[in-house]
């Protein structure tokens, strides 16, 4: 997901309003929220049917979850769903039963001698309930009725219900009906299209895993767009879908057209596109201030559709989260920085990929900050600080420099290998970042991910001309407040009078360090991490 923090002058006054807004009335569920049964089954499968009624903002609904028990000893099946919808039934294996729903759990009673496996049917309707980020929305613009939703991370059962853990990931079969002149859209591939009379009924099925918080659903009178991606290995080839309401179609033919290249850029940097049998798309929804990628099938708002290219980067974030999110999905929601922390990161090595070294230098000056607060590792109630976005793309950017360009991109590609179309958690990385780099990296993940924090040094130059030879020395002094010291690699670099240069990387262990090297002049110029490979502040101390 992306919450606009570039402060682009005419965004900036409505994105500052709609984030103190986000902070004060959003937060994750509570506690409660998953029940203990609920990690005791495994869904293989959702078939979903939405018959839209946007003008009534209703829809009836059809709901059939394929699954297992995996203890045969609980008395109930637990679902997440909210529990304000009319049910109509609910079927286990075929036949009526009872049930139970309360607050955001749908109860089924379950006995033993059923056997392990389970269909799930329950037919429902109403208008579901505002929640979480956005929820489910039948909105308008101009006009023209557009349904969306946004249910990351925990409020896919305001209209489905489903084993919301992000681990527990299923296949999809999904159908929306609407008015004969919508287009609905969702996650995979569309499968057919029928009309009946003023109705139509789009079917779309995905041929990959996907955890509940990606599951989507778009409807309105879109006009749709295509571009074709190739695969790296020529074998595949892909559509690029684009979804936008009518007045908007020029915009996004501008803003849009960079996808392919970006999936190539990508696809050669991490692995192959994850979903390359199915599709990548791009619909145009509602939520300002962003984005967020549904699984195959992101939803950028209206406002973001600039036809000048503004929004480029929040692209990038959002088809890197099609490997880092989607395809390796977190294991819970503490681990949210493997997400948010590397789009962020490959945005950088998008620009990077472009236009080299200075690109990638200036994007992550643009997430700089001398004060993120909190850990990566605890992200609290509100998931989507600038701390798990931009200090997450410090940290991975700090690791390239740590264990090398070669071993990191090494990491990444193992990563997405190991984990795709599963689940990851902070430990899981850190063990292929080990294993690849065959370094031990304890201090780094303890200092960047698990602690709070980063470096503030203070130093100061000495030329010492003398018979033994020419020194010129560095004091060097860790004076972050927080107590921990920093185990770092710090580049110096030395430019002489003449213009010639020299690169020294020194390993910084302690809170004090006197470097000492040798010159044959007096330098012109000492610069500490020239080219910013440090979440660090680093002063020169006054005499
Ligand atoms: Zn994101």
Redesign the pocket.
Known sequence: ???LILPGAVYYKIQLYKLTYLHTHFHMQDENYIKPNQKKIDIFKYNLSFDLYPEKKIFKANAVLTGQVLDQNIQSIDLNFYDNFNIEKVLLNGVSTEFENEGTTLSIPYDSLLGKEFIIEVVYEGTPKKAGLDGFVFGKRNGESLVYNLSEPTFSSTWFPCNDLPYDKSFLEMSITNDSDAVSVSNGILIDVKTNGDRRTYNWRTEYPIATYLIAIYSSKYISFNDKYISLDKKDTMDVDYFVLFDKLENAKVDFSGHVKMLEVLSKLFGEYPFIKEKYGVAEFLWFPG???HQTITGVSSNMISGKNFFEDTYV??L??QWW?NAVSPKSWKDIWL??GF??YSEALYYEALSGKKALQSTMISKYSSNFSGSLSEPGTYL?TRTM?DKGAWVLHMLRWEVGDSSFFNILKTYYETFKYSNASTTDFKNICEKVSEKNLDKFFEQWVYKEGQIEIQYKTEFINSSEGDLVKIQLEQIQEDYQVYQFPLEIKIINKDSTEQNFRYEITSRDTLIEISSISKPDTIELDPDRWLLAQIHMKDE
Request: aromatic share 12%; glycine share 6%; net charge negative.
């Open positions: 997901m992306m919450i984005a967020m990628e974030h959002e890197a989260h999110g997400n948010e789009a962020t989507f976005y």
